[in-house]
């Protein structure tokens, strides 16, 4: 994989790349490497007095040791004896994403996407918080949807189910339960979703085909040249879920729910492009 390009690096910086890594990362050097600093040195170039920070065109070549991502799932599985032992019923399972992942590509990052990475193994995963938002959100959804209701007051529906969970009205108890009210906190724990044996990145495009418009200098014309952006996600990869709580009933509940929200409503950026749905 190449490094890339970047003469604004300071003089010690390129001393180091240059003696540890020189112009390419070779395979060997991966298991050596955080992939979240690799992520974080983009190509910089100067064009025509603009700063150009782009993604690393082969940043997808990068590979995880499998006995590294091993490892962190024998953590996982020692997290869930600990916890069993503590009296938390636990329910652990694996999900493949069926086509590209990406969380997190609206974050803060100079190349203009981004990707949620771990701050300690580097990898990509899915926070804990995400899953348990767009569970819940997912849940609010099919609530709303039994209840037919017209289409004009579909969205009045929507926050008037997402008030009672909220005020934990009885007829919403088991979900304010789940996922907690602004009465008490939610008996449920999402964890953080980790990918197990492999990480399959992958780069992709979005081609912004009227950037003179969505700057909001000039109208949409076909005389604008296209802004292709590239940015990394991960394909048809597995990811360990876990979640947990004391009260039996509620988890299997709430994983049914984690379920549907996963194959149904998808988690992530571009959703609605089909990216961020899961298979079992």
């Not at 990406?102 to 771990?118: A, F």
Request: glycine content about 8%.
């Amino acid at each position: 994989m190449r490094v890339p390009e970047n003469k604004f690096y300071n003089e010690d910086f390129k001393e180091i790349l240059n003696s540890y890594l020189g112009k390419r990362i070779e395979k060997s050097k991966f298991s050596e490497l955080n992939f979240f600093y690799i992520y974080n040195m983009p190509e910089i170039k100067l064009e025509k007095d603009t700063l150009k920070i782009r993604i690393n065109e082969e940043i997808d070549n990068f590979k995880w040791d499998i006995k590294f991502l091993d490892d962190i799932i024998k953590r996982r599985k020692s997290l869930v004896d600990k916890l069993k032992r503590n009296g938390y019923f636990c329910v652990v399972d694996d999900f493949q994403v069926e086509w590209r992942l990406i969380v997190g590509l609206g974050g803060v990052h100079p190349q203009e996407t981004n990707m949620t990475l771990h701050h300690v193994y580097g990898i990509p995963y899915i926070p804990g918080s995400a899953i348990k938002g767009v569970t819940r959100q997912c849940v609010v959804l099919k609530y709303a949807e039994k209840s037919e209701v017209g289409e004009e007051n579909f969205e009045n529906k929507i926050r008037e189910i997402s008030k009672g969970i909220e005020e934990a009205e009885e007829k919403y108890e088991d979900l304010a339960n789940i996922f907690g009210s602004k009465k008490r906190v939610g008996k449920v724990i999402f964890f953080d979703a980790y990918p197990v044996k492999e990480v399959k990145l992958k780069l992709d495009i979005m081609n912004v085909h009227y950037p003179g418009y969505y700057t909001g200098n000039e109208p949409p014309g076909d005389w604008q040249s296209p802004n292709p952006i590239k940015f990394l996600t991960v394909e048809k990869t597995v990811f360990n879920f876990l979640i947990a709580g004391r009260e039996q009933s509620l988890v299997e509940k709430a994983f049914d729910y984690l379920k549907m929200a996963l194959s149904e409503h998808g988690i992530g950026a571009k959703t609605r492009l089909g990216y961020g749905y899961f298979l079992k």
